[in-house]
């Protein structure tokens, strides 16, 4: 299993980013995929989640509802992170994680490297 972010960087407040995430060695079609982000003195946190299914069922943390979106690619086997309105507080490493969906997103051990987000003027 093979999960890369990229598409990090330094963007002022109110900016857009978007994050990808390119995964291999696995059926990417058969999971459910995450993106998780852990800031400096943090523990890590979930953020978004998207289903497997075909109705793309999403999950995401109260603090980015109405700012991020999570989409997938199954034909590419890329998931990604729209993220609007930035604020200071989404400064973070961003995740990409592999998991499976019960009544809600589980995570998995699986994990990329990170892509750094950083929101400052």
């Known amino acids: 299993v093979q999960l890369v972010e990229s598409g990090g960087g330094l963007v002022q407040p109110g900016g857009s980013l978007r994050l990808s995430c390119a995964a291999s060695?696995?059926?990417?079609?058969?999971?459910?995929m995450g993106w998780f982000r852990q800031a400096p003195g943090k523990e890590r946190e979930f953020v978004a989640a998207?289903?497997?299914?075909?109705?793309?069922?999403?999950s995401y943390v109260n603090s980015v509802k109405g700012r991020f979106t999570i989409s997938r690619d199954n034909a590419e086997n890329m998931v990604y992170l729209e993220m609007n309105s930035l604020k200071p507080e989404d400064t973070a490493v961003y995740y990409c994680?592999?998991?499976?969906?019960?009544?809600?997103?589980?995570?998995?051990?699986?994990w990329g490297q990170g892509t750094q987000v950083t929101v400052s003027s």
């Open positions: 998207i289903t497997n299914w075909s109705s793309g069922r999403t």
């Open positions: 060695g696995f059926t990417f079609s058969s999971y459910a």
């Open positions: 994680n592999r998991g499976s969906w019960g009544l809600s997103y589980s995570s998995s051990g699986y």
